[in-house]
């Protein structure tokens, strides 16, 4: 697959969406990068617990914060990120994020090789808070395994919440 032409993407070019807990706006994918990587943003409100305990079977995650404090549960680990600081999450390492401060937080996700940004699409374009059932069909198409039993857990040792 070849890349695209070089691209310059504004503060507010991409399509932006919602995927329950934290948005998403979709900068580059898979197509434009030769499918190599993909890049979106996360703006997260304040004390939003971004996804359930999961893991990625097909891609590393490579987390850089913008702005704002993230919190990460990787594997037994717990890590926080201030802006500059990059959060490697690799494929097959169970993983959560957070915004673990009072103020927005925003952070840039790289996804190697492409193609996750495909289930944030599909997340965006469901005209309902997802099912349980809903959500863990998506996830499987897309190699992402889901662990909804953790939400209770981590919401309540880390102070956050999840869901719009």
């Keep these: 697959m070849q890349a695209s032409a070089p691209k310059v993407v504004g503060p507010t070019d991409?399509?932006?969406?919602?995927?329950?807990?934290?948005?998403?706006?979709?900068?580059?994918?898979?197509?434009e990068s030769g499918g190599g990587f993909s890049l979106v943003e996360h703006p997260m409100p304040p004390r939003r617990l971004a996804a359930p305990l999961h893991r990625h079977t097909r891609e590393d995650e490579y987390s850089f914060v913008l702005e704002g404090r993230m919190g990460a549960l990787l594997g037994d680990d717990v890590v926080f990120a201030e802006p500059g600081d990059l959060v490697f999450k690799p494929r097959d390492q169970w993983h959560t994020f957070w915004n673990a401060?009072?103020?927005?937080?925003?952070?840039l996700e790289i996804i190697s090789?492409?193609?996750?940004?495909?289930?944030?699409?599909?997340?965006?374009?469901?005209?309902?808070?997802?099912?349980?059932?809903?959500?863990?069909?998506?996830?499987?198409?897309?190699?992402?395994?889901?662990?909804?039993e953790s939400l209770g857990e981590i919401m309540d040792a880390h102070g956050v919440s999840f869901g719009p």
């Design 14 to 31: 991409g399509k932006q969406g919602e995927l329950g807990s934290i948005g998403v706006r979709f900068m580059i994918d898979g197509a």
């Design 101 to 107: 401060g009072d103020e927005p937080a925003r952070i």
């Design 113 to 148: 090789p492409a193609g996750f940004e495909k289930f944030f699409e599909a997340l965006v374009e469901v005209d309902h808070e997802p099912t349980p059932e809903e959500r863990s069909e998506l996830a499987a198409r897309f190699g992402l395994e889901l662990d909804l």
